[in-house]
């Protein structure tokens, strides 16, 4: 089981702890990548639309007689060559969204993380807060710890407001609480700050769900 530094707001290590073999899962690259794509999938609204030749109005009578006018034929104002018609393959509004199991989703995650720790760009801090909710406050942190314009992201046990306001200004710090950490948001960011309360969460709820699983395997084995 690996063990990690503890650190303060300050940069300070103040302690160690002692990380579940959860934290030591096998780097899964292809199952990250169907995170992603089903994460970026489900956020897409699908809410585009456009008419085509039988949705615009108008149009239902023949602009001219089919012959004898010298003019090519034609059969209506609101076909697709005409100004104002409707569009031959018309985008529509339809679902994006992706299904991945909650294991898979889970075992892509904790991949994801353990990535991270293996590469030393994982902190344990012992508690995220500040006192006044100003950005001053999260720049002093990140100063602490020299992450040099590194994308940041700040992974809370709740949803602390004064922490989100003191970093909303911050383009490179980005904030999280545990239960809404996805696969899509540690990707995305050089560098993971978890709280030490979200470790336990993580491992509680996590480790759970993995024992259960690897004892029915042993069942059916």
Do not use: C
């Amino acid at each position: 089981m690996p063990n990690v530094k503890v650190y303060n707001m300050k940069g300070q290590e103040v302690g160690t702890k002692e990380l579940s073999n959860l934290f030591e899962a096998e780097y899964n690259e292809s199952l990250i990548h169907q995170a992603v794509v089903t994460r970026l999938a489900n956020m897409r609204q699908g809410t585009k639309g456009t008419l085509t030749r039988t949705e615009v109005r108008g149009g239902g009578r023949k602009p001219w007689r089919q012959k004898g006018t010298g003019n090519a034929r034609q059969g209506s104002i609101r076909a697709p060559q005409w100004i104002k018609g409707g569009v031959v393959f018309a985008p529509k509004s339809r679902d994006f969204s992706k299904k991945m199991n909650k294991f898979a989703r889970r075992g892509a995650l904790l991949s994801a993380i353990s990535k991270r720790l293996a590469d030393n760009d994982m902190y344990v801090i012992d508690n995220i807060a500040v006192e006044n909710g100003k950005t001053k406050e999260m720049v002093a942190f990140l100063n602490a710890f020299k992450f040099d314009n590194k994308t940041v992201l700040m992974v809370m046990s709740d949803n602390d407001s004064l922490v989100i306001r003191a970093a909303n200004n911050l383009e490179k710090l980005n904030t999280i609480p545990v239960n809404e950490l996805n696969t899509y948001d540690v990707v995305r960011n050089s560098v993971l700050v978890i709280s030490a309360d979200a470790v336990d969460h993580l491992q509680e709820v996590y480790g759970e769900m993995f024992d259960n699983n690897f004892a029915n395997q042993e069942v059916e084995e």
